[in-house]
C-alpha cells in the first residue's frame, strides 16, 4: 500500500498529491495519506466521496489517516482546486490584480512594478488566501508570463488562483493556461462579498 504524508502543508497540496497517488496505482489497489489539518481531512474525504471512493479514516492526536481504495471511476480527471476549501481566519485576505500593469503612468515601468509586487508576493510571511486574476491581469497566469512559476508557487503553498473564464475568452488564452483555475463572475463576486480584506496593487 502507498503512503502519503502531506503533514504541515496547505491546501491544495494534500489533494493534488493524493490524485497523484491514484495515478501511480491500479485499480483495486490501497493507498493512505496522512494530514494534520482537519480542513484537508474534509477536503480529501469530499473529493473522495464524490469520486465514489469509500474512506477509512482512523484518528490519532491530531493526524488523520485516510486508507482509499482505487475505484474504476475516472477520479485521476478530477480537478483538486475544485474541493479546495481553506482555513480561515480573521488576518484572511484575497489579492485582486484587474491588470498586467501595476498602476497608471508609464507601461513599462508598470509591468516591472506588477512583476516585483507578483514574486514578492509569495515570499509574504502571511499568503492571501486566494489571488483573483481578470480583464488583462489573467495575462499573468499564462504559461509564458514571467510571473508564472511565482504563482504556481503560490498555488503549490495553498493560495488559490482563480481566474476569470469570460476574461480568458475574451483575450483568446485558453490554450496558454499555465496555472490557476477557470471561474466566473459569480463566485468572483460572492468571495469578495465575504472577504474581510481585499488588495488592489
Do not use: W
Request: proline share 3%.
Amino acid at each position: 500500500m502507498k503512503t502519503v504524508d502531506t503533514q504541515g502543508l496547505k491546501c491544495p497540496q494534500p489533494l493534488i498529491m493524493l490524485k497523484e497517488a491514484l495515478q501511480g496505482i491500479s485499480i483495486g489497489e490501497k493507498v493512505s495519506i496522512i494530514t494534520d489539518s482537519d480542513t484537508s481531512l474534509k477536503n480529501l474525504t469530499t473529493f473522495l466521496r464524490d469520486q465514489g471512493a469509500e474512506a477509512e479514516i482512523t484518528t490519532a492526536g491530531s493526524v488523520h489517516t485516510i486508507v482509499t481504495t482505487r475505484n474504476d471511476s475516472n477520479m485521476t480527471n478530477a480537478e483538486p482546486q475544485l474541493y479546495c476549501e481553506i482555513d480561515r481566519s480573521g488576518n484572511d485576505y484575497v489579492v485582486c490584480i484587474k491588470s498586467d500593469l501595476m498602476g497608471e503612468g508609464d507601461p513599462d515601468l508598470g509591468k516591472v512594478l506588477m512583476e516585483s509586487f507578483v514574486n514578492n508576493l509569495k515570499l509574504q510571511e502571511h499568503l492571501p488566501t486566494q489571488v483573483m486574476l481578470y480583464n488583462a491581469g489573467v495575462k499573468l497566469a499564462m504559461k509564458q508570463s514571467p510571473v508564472c512559476s511565482s504563482l504556481t508557487e503560490l498555488e503549490e503553498l495553498g493560495t488559490r488562483i482563480v481566474l476569470c473564464g469570460t476574461c480568458i475568452d475574451h483575450y483568446g488564452l485558453q490554450y496558454d493556461i499555465g496555472v490557476g483555475m477557470i471561474s466566473n463572475m459569480v463566485v468572483i463576486t460572492e468571495t469578495l462579498a465575504a472577504t474581510g480584506h481585499v488588495i488592489y496593487p
